[in-house]
């Protein structure tokens, strides 16, 4: 089994700065889970994004990326070939250049958020 550990650390940095301006629901050593403050027509809070431990990799879900499809325009193609889904990515161990530009996807989503008002 892979040591999860260094990949959770890296990405969990990249969200980490938001957990402050949003609302951390779960920020452990396994995950940080973060919404937004903004209650959806389901009365339940907008989720923003969160960084797991899963059983073979760590994964990294950004909601932004499926409520606006197009902010995924410029990803390239090693990174979209992490993605799970529609708003989730995989890693089993720090990838630096990918990291940097989930980064730069993750101050996108949250610029993105703000511009719908879900976000200040």
Same mark, same amino acid.
């Given at each position: 089994?892979?040591?999860?550990?260094?990949?959770?650390? %890296?990405?969990?940095?990249?969200?980490?700065?938001?957990?402050?301006?949003?609302?951390?629901?779960?920020?452990?050593?396994?995950?940080?889970?973060?919404?937004?403050?903004?209650?959806?027509?389901?009365?339940?809070?907008?989720?923003?994004?969160?960084?797991?431990?899963?059983?073979?990799?760590?994964?990294?879900?950004?909601?932004?990326?499926?409520?606006?499809?197009?902010?995924?325009?410029?990803?390239?193609? %090693?990174?979209?070939?992490?993605?799970?889904?529609?708003?989730?990515?995989?890693?089993?161990?720090?990838?630096?250049?990918?990291?940097? %530009?989930?980064?730069?996807?993750?101050?996108?989503?949250?610029?993105?958020?703000?511009?719908?008002?879900?976000?200040?």
């Amino acid at each position: 089994m892979p040591d999860l550990a260094p990949a959770f650390a %890296e990405l969990r940095k990249i969200l980490a700065p938001y957990a402050d301006k949003l609302a951390a629901v779960r920020d452990d050593d396994k995950e940080l889970y973060i919404d937004t403050h903004h209650i959806q027509k389901n009365k339940k809070p907008l989720f923003f994004g969160a960084v797991q431990i899963k059983k073979s990799y760590v994964s990294f879900h950004l909601m932004p990326v499926y409520v606006q499809p197009e902010l995924l325009g410029s990803a390239s193609p %090693e990174l979209k070939a992490r993605m799970q889904g529609k708003s989730c990515f995989n890693f089993r161990a720090p990838e630096p250049e990918l990291f940097k %530009e989930l980064s730069l996807l993750v101050k996108a989503g949250y610029a993105s958020y703000k511009e719908q008002g879900f976000v200040q």
